[in-house]
């Protein structure tokens, strides 16, 4: 479940990078207000990355807990 959490992880952060280049990309061509769907399209890879990245952050302790109780 780890090594797979990690690709994901990965993964997504690229997906989040290239909505963000794309949303700064469409910004900067100064055409009045972007669509919605570039403007918003950075949300869901961001949420995705916060709760895959708290996941990694506590894995640690978790498995420092499970040692210490066996």
């Keep these: 479940m780890s090594l797979w959490m990690r690709q994901f992880h990965r993964w997504i ?3 989040f990078t290239v909505a963000v280049l794309a949303n700064i990309i469409v910004l900067s061509r100064g055409q009045g207000q972007p ?4 403007t918003y ?3 869901l890879p ?10 990694l952050f506590v894995l640690p302790y978790l498995k420092g807990r499970a040692r210490r109780t066996h």
Excluded: E, W
């Design 46 to 55: 961001l949420a995705l990355l916060t709760l895959t990245g708290l996941y």
């Design 13 to 15: 952060s690229i997906a």
């Design 35 to 38: 669509p919605a769907l570039v």
């Design 41 to 43: 399209s950075p949300l």
